[in-house]
């Protein structure tokens, strides 16, 4: 039963995608398949619902807010009722084959189970940093416990455009805390429809498409930034869109559409900037060579899309440029030499920006490097981050015969311009494997062409050393994925393990139980920055943040933050050993009373807040569950 | 032919590398170049 709540609160979730989605059927080509319609709707209302619940947010976040805005959902099943009937004999007419089936059911079963697990994790150690925890699920806690959608001052990185975090809100309002993990569903099957779709419109028949999705879902890559917190999936999902529209660009109302999908991208990630750069590189190139427009036209059609992109992604840029000084914090190199932003002094900006360069290093940056990438990447995919597990062998092993299938093909050559764009902007920015997904789309596609090649050139050997290619590929990461979600699994099946796991993987669980289930306590201050304050269910000040944010204006130190209690107006603290850092409050402080203390961890009362816990207890809504 | 080659050769690398990084290959490769292993 305790899995119920997080499974419903999903389906509603796709639902009200569909009602909202659904506002931008007359804008789409009329060449596109129902594949192609399902997976751009459902992206498209997971956009617009979380741009809305953000800008609705900027006033006033309540439960009944997000309540409200679901209400498409009754939307949502009229248009499922109403075109389901053309859209299952579209989708029984691929005939799946049964080996690419029986895997995806397989994936889809393991990411059901293994999603249904409570997040749990550590921010501390570059080993275990845990971005799900770190950012993707605070930002949302955080802001409906404050009732307003606000970054989260203590963690930049919940500054930066949030349409899929917010669309968790919804989902963590309704299904609780586990439901923005099942979630991995809903993403993994978006990601998978577009690049169905986009597999059939370069050629690819049905049951090649079928073979295309089983190799990218099988991609431990891929997986890995679709699962827990990661927007990747969803990211690249509207990125694809884009370029999938782009194939079959016909009208006015097309282009408009390039630009929505694009701004949901910025309005999604940061890189969503850079992708939209690069769409745009290959728009020049459809309109001059496969729509063969005039050069004014094309402007002018550019020109538009970019400003619907503009308009949508711009509520995310100016909310930051206004309350912290930059369009994108925490600032790029480019950006901090413009704008000085709060909260980050100029040194832990730097130090935040040599952090990222250090981790996308990958395994260099010269040609040289870039040249061997595809090679790399095959063999030594641990190298980079968030890479192990791969992409298999699909990719390098037949991949480069996909130029000579699609040789005179125009579409497959910008989609070749896209990848190659795409591929330089993420070797020269940050070489994070989960933000290769669009590329690694496009790179399945053209191994199932060069399978396709293969078998003709090669009836009998290089068709068995094909298929023995996909197979090592499908298996291993198969492998891979089932090795990742056996904890998850272990604990969804077993109460004990998952209690066993939480006690082994929540640093201080034993203060987050008490502070949040003792009610006098209604303000709790952190003093150790890798603390990670999702797990607190009462509101908090938490003075540094782990990437060197500074929250209080006169308080560098611990014991400058503790000399300002009375204007804090705690009722606790927590103060822990942790991380190279030992505890911060005196021993015989005066005003504070030791309450709880296990070890590394004590909790102390904070005396002259006696008096006004009770009063302040009223106003505070205890949230969701989480333990 | 070449194309059969090509992907013998990625087929290969792959096993190898796989197997020298897993823990029977450790072993295998410390008793060849007789190393102790931690």
């Known amino acids: 039963m305790r899995f119920v709540p997080a499974i419903l609160a999903n389906l509603v979730l796709i639902f009200v995608a569909i009602g909202y989605g659904s ?26 619902l979380g741009t809305l619940l953000f800008l609705v947010g900027q006033v006033w976040f309540s439960r009944a807010v997000i309540i409200a805005s679901l209400l498409p959902v009754v939307w949502g099943v009229a248009v499922v009722i109403r075109h389901s009937g053309p859209m299952f004999t579209e989708i029984r007419k691929l005939r799946p084959p049964l080996i690419p089936a029986a895997i995806l059911v397989t994936v889809f079963a393991v990411t059901g189970f293994g999603g249904l697990a409570a997040p749990t994790g550590d921010i501390s150690t570059p080993a275990l940093k845990n971005d799900s925890i770190a950012y993707h699920f605070l930002g949302p806690r955080v802001w409906m416990r404050d009732r307003i959608i606000r970054p989260v001052p203590d ?13 968790y809100c919804a989902l963590i309002s309704l299904g609780g805390s586990r439901a923005p993990g099942f979630f991995t569903v809903a993403r993994l099957g978006i990601l998978l429809l577009i690049a169905a779709g986009l597999a059939m419109r370069l050629g690819a028949s049905g049951s090649e498409a079928w073979w295309v999705v089983a190799l990218i879902a099988t991609m431990p890559v891929v997986y890995n930034g679709t699962t827990g917190g990661f927007v990747d999936a969803i990211y690249a999902g509207y990125v694809l869109a884009g370029l999938r529209i782009l194939f079959d660009v016909e ?51 550019i020109a538009l899309a970019t400003l619907v992109a503009g308009c949508v992604a711009a509520p995310w840029y100016l909310r930051n440029w206004a309350l912290l000084g930059n369009p994108m914090y925490p600032s790029p190199p480019l950006l901090s030499h413009l704008f000085h932003a709060q909260y980050m002094g100029e040194q832990a900006a730097r130090q935040f920006q040599v952090e990222v360069w250090r981790e996308g290093n990958g395994m260099g940056r010269t040609i040289w490097d870039f040249l061997l990438l595809p090679l790399r990447l095959t063999v030594h995919p641990a190298n980079f981050l968030d890479g192990p597990g791969g992409i298999g062998l699909v990719p390098l092993a037949l991949g480069p015969f996909a130029l000579l299938v699609f040789r005179w093909n125009l579409l497959a050559r ?57 197979a090592v590929s499908i298996l291993y990461g198969v492998f891979m994925i089932a090795r990742y979600e056996t904890d998850n699994i272990h604990s969804v099946i077993s109460q004990k393990f998952e209690e066993a796991r939480r006690q082994e993987d929540i640093p201080f669980l034993a203060s987050f139980r008490f502070l949040n289930s003792n009610p006098s306590v209604t303000k709790v201050l952190f003093l150790n920055p890798d603390v990670p304050s999702y797990y607190s269910q009462k509101d908090y000040v938490k003075p540094f943040g782990r990437w060197g944010e500074q929250v209080l204006p006169n308080a560098s130190t611990a014991a400058q933050a503790l000399s300002q209690l009375a204007q804090l107006r705690v009722s606790d603290i927590l103060d822990v050993r942790w991380a190279g850092i030992g505890f911060e409050v005196p021993v015989n402080m005066p005003g504070v009373t030791l309450v709880f203390s296990a070890e590394n961890q004590r909790v102390y009362r904070v005396d002259q807040m006696a008096g006004l816990t009770n009063a302040r207890q009223a106003r505070v809504k205890r949230p969701a569950d989480i333990f | 032919m070449l194309v059969d080659l090509w992907l013998f050769a990625i087929l290969a690398s792959f096993f190898v590398v796989r197997v020298l990084h897993s823990k029977v290959g450790e072993r295998v490769l410390a008793m060849i170049t007789k190393r102790h292993l931690p």
């Open chain 1, 414 to 470: 910008i989609a070749g311009l896209f990848v190659l764009l795409q591929l330089g902007t993420w070797f020269i920015t940050e070489q994070d494997g989960r933000f290769l997904i669009p590329v690694l789309v496009l790179a399945a596609i053209a191994g199932v062409a060069g399978w396709r090649y293969v078998q003709g050139i090669s009836p009998r050997t290089g068709r068995a050393l094909a298929f023995a290619t996909v």
């Open chain 1, 251 to 301: 009208s006015r109302s097309s282009w408009i559409l390039l630009g929505i999908f694009g701004g949901f991208a910025m309005g999604t990630k940061y890189t969503g900037v850079i992708a939209w750069a690069v769409l745009l590189a290959c728009a020049f190139a459809t309109s001059a060579f496969v729509l063969k427009l005039k050069w004014r036209i094309t402007l002018t059609k």
């Open chain 1, 23 to 48: 506002v931008l059927w007359p804008l789409l080509p009329r060449k596109l398949t129902q594949v192609d319609r399902i997976a751009l709707i459902l992206l498209g209302g997971l956009g617009m």
């Open chain 1, 155 to 167: 963690e930049c990185l919940t500054a930066m455009p949030a349409i899929v975090e917010t669309d």
